[in-house]
């Protein structure tokens, strides 16, 4: 089974502190996403990135970044942490040599800013 | 997570009944279709898939309907379960779009015993 991990369930921080949050993969995938999910929007992309070193901006990579430089580890930055980005934060692999378009989840990090 | 739920949508079943929840999608480009379950606590999990160039595909106690028409995506559930109680997400892909999955708000499906 494809398992994606990400470093804490609960984090809570303060207004202006940097942020990271870790994902990883064990299934050797080449895509990796970050969403955020917030009541009633569903899942919006924040970033993405199709190979090791490699990233695009999502639908909403404002006060984002992100880090890969193994392809089993995905890394979302937050450079200045806002009460808005206070958020339930998913990651998610797939692999370019499947046929179809499923993303493996995992179980979420959810983030409060204050 | 926990709080996904509490503005969305919901439909309410009994034990046993059959569930229809439906999905508008946006873009008529879109080839590919995917139904995510996402149980209280959990990332979304795959439930089905569809291609554009199907009607209906079937699973284990689930259905899915795609109108191109009318850009309406339907999933079905038969004798639903309570451990079917979660939010549920359609999504569409495109061809040349970056293996991007767009989501829809999503469903909040209660079974009631």
């Known amino acids: 089974d494809v398992k994606v991990t990400q470093s804490s369930r609960y984090l809570v921080k303060r207004t202006g502190e940097k942020v990271f949050l870790e994902c990883v993969q064990d299934?050797?995938?080449?895509?990796m996403f970050w969403y955020r999910q917030d009541p009633g929007l569903g899942l919006r992309l924040i970033y993405f990135s199709y190979d090791v070193k490699m990233k695009e901006k999502g639908d909403i990579p404002e006060g984002y970044s992100v880090s890969r430089e193994k392809k089993e580890r995905f890394s979302l930055i937050l450079e200045s942490a806002s009460t808005n980005q206070t958020s339930m934060y998913l990651c998610a692999s797939r692999s370019t040599r499947s046929s179809i378009y499923e993303q493996y989840f995992g179980p979420g990090t959810r983030l409060t800013v204050t | 997570g926990e709080s996904v739920g509490l503005h969305l949508p919901t439909l309410s079943v009994q034990e046993g009944d059959n569930s229809i929840i439906n999905c508008a999608y946006s873009n008529s480009a879109s080839d590919y279709f995917i139904w995510y379950k996402q149980e209280s606590g959990k990332g979304p999990q795959f439930i089905i898939d569809?291609?554009?160039?199907?009607d209906k595909r079937q699973g284990q106690r689930v259905t899915v309907l795609l109108n191109k028409t009318v850009k309406h995506l339907s999933l079905q559930i038969a004798a639903t379960q309570p451990g079917d109680s979660a939010v549920y997400f359609c999504?569409?892909?495109?061809?040349?779009?970056?293996?991007?999955?767009?989501f829809g708000a999503g469903t909040r499906l209660a079974v009631h015993p």
């Open positions: 999504a569409e892909a495109f061809s040349g779009g970056y293996n991007k999955l767009i």
């Open positions: 299934m050797d995938h080449e895509n």
């Open positions: 569809i291609r554009s160039n199907m």
